[in-house]
C-alpha cells in the first residue's frame, strides 16, 4: 500500500487529504512448453481386424515419446499405448507404428499426443477408421477453415495425389503434392489465412479420379 497526500488551498484554510493507494502485483507464469519435432503425417489402415497406425516425425532434436489414444465417439480419448521416440537428430524423417491390441469394433477415432521430456505436448489430427471398404474419398474436412485446411483422404493404394485449392473464378490459389498410403491419410493446406473469405474448390486428383468439394473460407 502507498499512502499519497495532497495539499489544497480553500480560501485561507490549507486542507490535507491522505488517499490510501492499493498496487496489485500480478506474477504471470507461463505453463506453455514447446515442442519443436514436428509431426509430418499421420495415417492408418485395417489389417486383420486390428488398427494399424503410422506416423512420421521431423528431425528429432530433443527426446520424445508418443502416447497413442483412442475414441469410439471422436470426443472422448482413452490412452491405449506408448511408444518411445527415436532421439534420432541425424534422420530428417523418423517412422512410427503401432497397431491396436483389441479387435476393431466399428467406426473409431485415433490421435497421437508427442510428448517432450520437459513435458511439452503436441498433439496430432484426429483420424476416423470404418470397417468400409472405400477405393478412394475425401472425409473430415474442417469446414469451414481459417488458416489452414485439415482433411483425410482415403485409399486403398500407396499413391501420389494432387491437392488444389480453387476459387469461384477457376483460379488454383493453393496447390500441392502429397504422397499418400493405403488407409486413412490426414493431410492440411496451410497458410490459407491470406486468402479472400469466401467459397473454395477443393479438389484432389489420383490418375483418373478427381473429387469436388466446396469450402468455406472464414
Known sequence: MIVATTTSNLGDVNCQFTEAVNIITLNVIDCYIPVYIEMLSFNGKLITNHSNLFWTT?????????????????????????????????????????????????KTWYRIVMISSAGGKKYSRIIQLTGEQIYFGLSNIVNP??????????????????????????????????????????????????????????????KGIIINNKVLKR
Open 58 to 106: 521431423s528431425k528429432e532434436d530433443e527426446p520424445v515419446h508418443f502416447d497413442i489414444e483412442k475414441s469410439t465417439d471422436g470426443i472422448n480419448f482413452i490412452k491405449i499405448g506408448t511408444v518411445d521416440g527415436y532421439t534420432n537428430s541425424i534422420s530428417e524423417v523418423n517412422h512410427y507404428s503401432f497397431i491396436d491390441p483389441a479387435e476393431f469394433p466399428g
Open 145 to 206: 477453415f481459417r488458416n489452414e485446411l485439415p482433411f483425410e483422404v482415403i485409399t486403398t493404394n500407396n499413391a501420389k495425389i494432387d491437392v488444389s485449392l480453387i476459387d469461384l473464378f477457376g483460379k488454383i490459389v493453393k496447390t500441392k503434392s502429397y504422397a499418400v498410403y493405403s488407409g486413412v491419410n490426414s493431410l492440411s493446406i496451410a497458410n490459407t489465412q491470406g486468402l479472400v473469405p469466401g467459397i473454395y474448390i477443393l479438389q484432389v486428383k489420383n
